[in-house]
């Protein structure tokens, strides 16, 4: 066992914060010191969280025609993809996905809507009185990812209940230009800090295997913790045709992992949710997710590509000793 990761555990296990140069160590271990890595990852979750997980599905709620130009996206305009697109859906077809959610045992779902922000006119009631239909109907907390927000949109957001906010990062703040070029890391920051005001939780992730080095990632993380964000989503890039990221090749399944171990070493207290691109990158090694100090995971299918079923993650969590937390 190296002894100096179990010292960096040590502090997270106190949750006294880590230092920059002991994420990047951790970052950059490899063989079987990765094991140590995990190992120690798992024992913060257990700290935390116990045997608690927690699992959200996603319902594309407006897919595709996105004037952005993000290169690891289906959904923009720039791009050939071939995916199915389509306007905002009707408030009952978004009731019909939380009454399911609510069935098979999640206890939330994400409206997400693609595009820039909530420019059409007449979106944004109809998303209000389709959470305020979730909330009158179901058990489940609606949360969402609209884009950029106004405060005034932020503010009628919370009006009308809805509690939690998605809105990623992506990427650190010095890799985010080659990623985007049609908006910058501040807006997403400054809407981060709108949605904050308004009173709404933030559930603020990345997409990880875009090119990114181990600079951006430890970045990252550090920017998470500084926002104090509530719910870190960890993608991994699933390469679309057509997007300028379709040769990507992933990441492997320990570098994924340790990505997500690293993450719990700083963010030891913050739900960490495993969400797009997990079947791909970590492959046979998907239940190891927990043991690297996930504590929550996305289940079904994703904006534009196919999760596995949901019985199956089901499953895993139950052969796993875990537990499912419906909040
Ligand atoms: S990530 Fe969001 S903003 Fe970027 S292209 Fe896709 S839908 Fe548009």
């Not at 010292?7 to 296990?13: F, M, V």
């Not at 949605?195 to 933030?202: P, V």
Request: hydrophobic share 35%.
């Amino acid at each position: 066992m190296n002894n100096k990761i179990k010292e960096i555990a040590n502090r997270s296990l106190q949750n006294e914060w880590v230092s920059r140069d002991d994420a990047l160590y951790l970052m950059q271990t490899d063989g079987d010191e990765i094991y140590d890595v995990l190992y120690w990852a798992n024992q913060i979750r257990l700290q935390y969280f116990g045997h608690a997980v927690k699992a959200c599905s996603i319902v594309s709620a407006k897919q595709g025609r996105c004037t952005e130009d993000c290169s690891f996206c289906s959904q923009s305009v720039r791009y050939h993809t071939g995916i199915e697109e389509f306007p905002l859906i009707d408030t009952h077809k978004i009731l019909d996905v939380a009454r399911y959610a609510e069935q098979t045992g999640s206890g939330s779902i994400g409206i997400v809507t693609s595009g820039y922000g909530m420019n059409n006119p007449g979106d944004i009631g109809k998303i209000c009185a389709a959470i305020k239909e979730v909330i009158t109907n179901t058990r489940i907390h609606p949360h969402g990812s609209f884009g950029i927000l106004t405060r005034e949109t932020a503010e009628l957001l919370v009006t009308y209940g809805l509690k939690r906010l998605n809105h990623n990062l992506e990427t650190s703040e010095r890799f985010f230009p080659t990623v985007c070029s049609t908006h910058t890391f501040s807006d997403r920051m400054n809407t981060i800090r709108i949605a904050k005001e308004a009173g709404l939780e933030i559930c603020s992730g990345a997409i990880f295997g875009i090119g990114e080095g181990m600079d951006d990632r430890i970045d990252l993380a550090f920017t998470f913790k500084n926002l104090d964000v509530d719910v870190v989503p960890i993608n991994f890039l699933h390469p679309v045709s057509g997007t300028p990221l379709e040769n990507s090749v992933p990441l492997t399944p320990l570098e994924a992992l340790k990505i997500i171990a690293v993450f719990r070493f700083v963010l030891p207290d913050k739900e960490i949710k495993i969400a797009g691109g997990r079947e791909r990158n970590l492959r046979d090694l998907q239940s190891w997710m927990f043991y690297a100090g996930a504590n929550s995971t996305m289940i079904g299918n994703y904006l534009t590509t196919t999760g596995r079923k949901m019985e199956e993650d089901f499953q895993m969590i139950k052969d796993l000793g875990l537990k499912l937390q419906n909040n």
